[in-house]
């Protein structure tokens, strides 16, 4: 956000405003509230807003944000129409803060175990839970760190956190496929980074516009400035996955059913393979979709696999590679 205070006399011009203000507002209280405490709180909504604006760029042109900014050595911070702190909804918060940690936990497990489960253990858990230590006004903007922890684990989730960025840099640029096979040359990890980056991404339709990656933790990453996902990135996150080698790809919507988490499997059903003829299909998933898929649960999406090519009889299940959910219909 650029300040709307560029110098000292603008400063204090905007201070004679807010004692204005809230003198204003302090009459307003003395003559409505007494009598109607909810006309009251209508009627001071303006007044609040306008010193709520002011005290933002207040703060900014002092360098209050600045030393906030400190405060956390990472920012996530949140884009869309009806999303800004102090009223954004819990909904958007804990959706995004879930999708990143369990993001880094899943690649820690990845690098500590080679394979993902469904209960990763208490102390993976533990190194994984970030502490909010901080919130920005204007849109939402958290301020996140990684617990202080000590020991293999611990080692493995700052791993995985410097991974999960520099893919998460690799997606909002227009980098070459290379770069990323540099950066990770693990094809099963790749694909699970991918896999988590595309729940963290905006979908098509939502509320979330743009998800940014900001602060010291990214830059100690080698990335200047910050990572900005948007709706677009996700074509190219889509792209990368179908890049890695699988046999006969097969793409189908439909709504996400039965699924078994000690099997790996769901239902696919109510999707089309002709005009009127409504089918369902059994599918597997790879370990790196664990939580994609248990977020996806009675949600319409769209799944991308392959089966082996064979002319004489294809196999039941489609091998599951990349899900995207479409329609959230918990919204």
């Not at 099997?263 to 994609?292: D, H, W």
Request: some cysteine.
């Amino acid at each position: 956000m650029t300040t709307a205070i560029t110098s000292q006399d603008e400063m204090e011009q905007a201070f004679e405003q807010l004692e204005r203000l809230y003198q204003s507002l302090a009459a307003l209280r003395r003559q409505i509230e007494p009598a109607n405490p909810r006309n009251f709180a209508v009627l001071a909504e303006g007044h609040l807003e306008h010193i709520r604006r002011l005290r933002r760029e207040l703060d900014e042109y002092a360098g209050v944000m600045a030393v906030d900014e400190q405060a956390a050595p990472l920012w996530l911070r949140v884009v869309g129409p009806e999303i800004e702190w102090p009223a954004a909804p819990t909904s958007v918060l804990t959706a995004i803060l879930d999708a990143f940690r369990k993001g880094v936990q899943s690649v820690a497990e990845l690098i500590l175990t080679g394979e993902l489960t469904t209960r990763p253990t208490a102390e993976l858990k533990r190194c994984t839970d970030f502490r909010v230590v901080a919130m920005a006004p204007g849109s939402l903007r958290v301020g996140v760190r990684l617990p202080f922890q000590e020991g293999k684990v611990a080692e493995a989730v700052s791993l995985a956190l410097a991974d999960y960025l520099k893919t998460a840099a690799w997606v909002a640029s227009e980098r070459p496929d290379e770069e990323l096979h540099t950066q990770v040359p693990d094809e099963r990890r790749r694909r699970l980074l991918l896999t988590e980056l595309a729940r963290l991404a905006p979908r098509e339709r939502g509320q979330i516009e743009e998800v940014e990656l900001l602060g010291s933790l990214v830059r100690s990453q080698s990335i200047p400035g910050g990572i900005t996902l948007a709706r677009k990135n996700r074509r190219r996150i889509n792209d990368a996955l179908d890049k890695i080698p699988e046999q006969r790809i097969e793409t189908y919507t439909g709504d996400l059913r039965e699924i078994d988490l000690d099997k790996y499997s769901f239902v696919l059903r109510n999707f089309e393979t002709s005009p009127g003829q409504v089918m369902q299909i059994e599918c597997q998933f790879l370990e790196e979709l664990l939580e994609a898929a248990k977020d996806a649960l009675d949600k319409r999406v769209t799944v991308t696999g392959s089966r082996p090519i064979d002319q004489t009889r294809r196999p039941k299940s489609l091998m599951v590679s990349r899900l995207e959910i479409i329609e959230d219909r918990e919204q």
